[in-house]
């Protein structure tokens, strides 16, 4: 079984890359699935945004086409909705971790809530120190804050990047990675 580490790695591809990296070293098992629209992701991801896209029902090219920001995510985050409940019902999922400030929030927590009460649940957010009740609904979500905007590698955001994937290895059974 796998985390699934959902982002867009056009944008955030480095910091995705550093928690992949992270989970990996922790012996997790990572699955990575890629939100983005607009520019080419920063590294190959497991799950395409082709893939999440035509489980919204649509076409990244479509998406990308209309150029609207608002009925990407909201496309992007029924995809990953779709995609987590197919790998719990195939018991390939053993936990899910995002990173994002309102659209990878938005995108990540869809995908979270499509999962029963028990999956381990980790949102690295901008968001998370207002009102997430929005993003949590009633299921066991947690939400950290990210301190810094996901933007870039720093000394903080590392120290934060380093606290999420050691929290989810140790809620899917993994040991503590070094950072």
Request: proline share 3%.
């Amino acid at each position: 079984m796998s985390v699934l580490l959902i982002g867009t790695l056009d944008t955030k591809g480095t910091e995705f890359a550093y928690v992949r990296d992270q989970l990996r070293a922790a012996g997790v098992s990572v699955l990575v699935a890629d939100a983005g629209v607009l520019a080419p992701p920063a590294f190959a991801s497991d799950i395409s945004r082709e893939t999440i896209f035509a489980a919204a029902g649509t076409t990244h090219a479509q998406v990308k086409a209309a150029a609207d920001r608002g009925k990407a995510v909201e496309l992007a985050a029924k995809g990953v909705a779709k995609l987590a409940a197919d790998l719990h019902k195939q018991g390939k999922l053993s936990g899910v971790l995002g990173l994002g400030g309102s659209a990878g929030t938005t995108i990540a927590t869809a995908a979270m809530r499509a999962l029963p009460v028990g999956v381990p649940k980790l949102m690295v957010s901008t968001l998370a120190s207002g009102q997430v009740q929005h993003y949590v609904g009633t299921r066991d979500v947690m939400m950290m804050y990210s301190v810094v905007d996901i933007a870039g590698l720093n000394r903080i955001s590392r120290a934060v990047l380093n606290n999420a994937a050691g929290a989810m290895a140790g809620m899917v059974g993994g040991k503590q990675p070094n950072p």
